[in-house]
């Protein structure tokens, strides 16, 4: 019989009660409901449990040693201040500008501080939520027993970033976002698509390498304890998840139809975009009544701003290069994002 309390039994140890009652509590402002989207996606059975790929076997042993809990694992006991200035007020898009200034007059940059933050950060959460269900369907299709053991615990860890951000949101800064349309844009093609390389293309190199460049970067400029642990773990998951993408799409483009290479090489070029785009705060602005145009145009040509989205790609070029999806075609539309330069870069995964 097992020795682990029942969470809904009232002899359970109190700490059971506690986070099913903090999980319980929906942020104040924030998204709610719930948005169905078809998806027809082929399952297969692997009935060949020995493992073919030693690879991926290893990669999964080292998961499990790395598993770590969300609940326990964190210093939630942390004071932090929504308001405060965790991240130096120059990488803020609007700083220097007319519009700083008259926040600042007006004392509405500790403000603006907190829902900058928040709309960073509650996109994180959507973008976990969405490599939460993409990776389930990876569990679906991969053609081998690792790949399928290493997939699921890949949903656990998403599970987990998932839980982490929603909490650390919902608790510390009372406010969530609603996603971002570019990034649920990418989300809804890389989720509806049947075809399997698209699922870890998108994922585990777009998305996930966009995230190991945002989450270094912040991990850098944060002075805030509780994020800054938050990201450093989550960071050590994602890596990994970028390498499963690598190791499993590795040979995969190699003498595939020009046809259907000219897919895959639309869909980086796109993702590529619709990822660098989705940090430019437009839900922001209109939210705290700011001119929205205008503040685009001003984080468009925020020289902090151009160094933070170019920071997103150091992960991704060098491994579309590894895979062999940086053909003239892709070469030409990251010259055009003005990321090409990481192309000799460690892939890092």
């Given at each position: 019989m097992s020795n682990v309390p029942n969470p809904s039994d009232s002899r359970a140890p109190t700490a059971y009660a506690r986070i099913a009652q903090d999980s319980a509590k929906p942020a104040k402002e924030g998204p709610h409901g719930?948005?169905?989207?078809?998806?027809?996606?082929?399952?297969?059975?692997?009935?060949?449990y020995a493992t073919s790929r030693l690879d991926l076997r290893v990669l999964y042993e080292k998961s499990k040693d790395l598993m770590w809990n969300g609940s326990t694992d964190l210093p939630w006991d942390t004071n932090v201040d929504p308001e405060g200035p965790y991240f130096p007020d120059t990488m803020s898009p609007l700083y220097g500008t007319h519009i700083w200034a008259k926040l600042e007059r007006d004392k509405g940059i500790p403000n603006l501080r907190r829902h900058m933050a928040s709309y960073m950060i509650s996109n994180f959460l959507h973008g976990e939520q969405g490599a939460l269900l993409a990776t389930s369907q990876i569990v679906n299709c991969a053609p081998t027993s690792e790949a399928k053991f290493y997939a699921a615990a890949q949903v656990f860890d998403e599970a987990r970033h998932v839980e982490v951000y929603d909490r650390y949101l919902r608790e510390k800064y009372e406010l969530v976002y609603p996603i971002s349309p570019y990034l649920k844009q990418l989300l809804d093609t890389l989720l509806t698509d049947s075809r399997w390389d698209f699922k870890y293309l998108g994922m585990q190199i777009l998305v996930e390498g966009v995230a190991l460049g945002a989450f270094?970067?912040?991990?850098?400029?944060t002075n805030e304890p509780l994020i800054k642990q938050i990201t450093h773990m989550i960071m050590q998951d994602e890596s990994r998840h970028v390498a499963f993408g690598v190791l499993a799409l590795k040979d995969t483009y190699q003498d595939m139809p020009a046809n259907e290479l000219r897919d895959r090489e639309d869909f980086v070029i796109e993702g590529s975009r619709l990822l660098r785009d989705r940090f430019l705060g437009q839900e922001?602005?209109?939210?705290?009544?700011?001119?929205?145009?205008?503040?685009?145009?001003?984080?468009?040509?925020?020289?902090?701003?151009?160094?933070?989205?170019?920071?997103?790609?150091?992960?991704?070029?060098?491994?579309?290069?590894?895979?062999?999806?940086?053909?003239?075609?892709?070469?030409?539309?990251?010259?055009?994002l003005g990321?090409?330069?990481?192309?000799s870069w460690d892939p890092s995964a």
């Open positions: 719930i948005e169905r989207i078809d998806v027809a996606f082929p399952m297969s059975y692997t009935w060949d270094g970067f912040i991990h850098q400029m922001v602005y209109e939210r705290l009544g700011l001119p929205q145009k205008e503040c685009e145009e001003l984080s468009e040509r925020s020289e902090a701003m151009q160094f933070f989205r170019k920071l997103l790609f150091t992960k991704i070029v060098p491994n579309v290069k590894r895979l062999g999806l940086l053909t003239p075609y892709v070469r030409r539309g990251f010259e055009e990321v090409i330069e990481y192309e």
